[in-house]
């Protein structure tokens, strides 16, 4: 059993930037793919951004929602277990629960979809005032 713990949220105005983190209690962490999702109020739960699994050399791949493609940047640290997004240029529509998702991974793979993960966080919230 894995174990995700976000730390990172808040509330801020818009137009600033918000690094999220995501712990994971694992020694392999370098196997596994990571992902961020979020829930605004009201709405289902929605994919924002993921990276791969290290591969040789620590190459790793990332994909990006539409929405964020360009504000947002995830990065993973393997030596610490962490996972991050960068949050740049907030918009009040950015404002959500933030969740860290992983799943084991042997391959450059990213995975979009909530599904596709076996290991949640219990998320953090992000909440952007205009």
């Known amino acids: 059993q894995v174990q995700l713990v976000e730390s990172g949220g808040g509330l801020v105005q818009a137009g600033v930037s918000l690094r999220l983190s995501c712990a994971a209690s694992?020694?392999?962490?370098?196997?596994?793919?990571m992902g961020w999702f979020r829930q605004a109020p009201g709405k289902e739960r929605a994919f924002v951004a993921a990276?791969?699994?290290?591969?040789?050399?620590?190459?790793?791949?990332?994909d990006y929602a539409d929405s964020v493609r360009g504000r947002f940047a995830i990065s993973r640290d393997n030596a610490k277990n962490t996972v991050y997004l960068r949050m740049n240029s907030l918009k009040s529509e950015d404002t959500a629960v933030y969740y860290c998702a992983g799943r084991w991974s042997d391959t450059g793979a990213v995975f979009p979809l909530a599904t596709q993960y076996t290991y949640w966080g219990q998320g953090t919230q992000v909440t952007v005032s205009s």
């Open positions: 990276i791969s699994a290290s591969g040789k050399d620590n190459a790793v791949y990332a």
């Open positions: 694992t020694r392999t962490f370098s196997n596994y793919a």
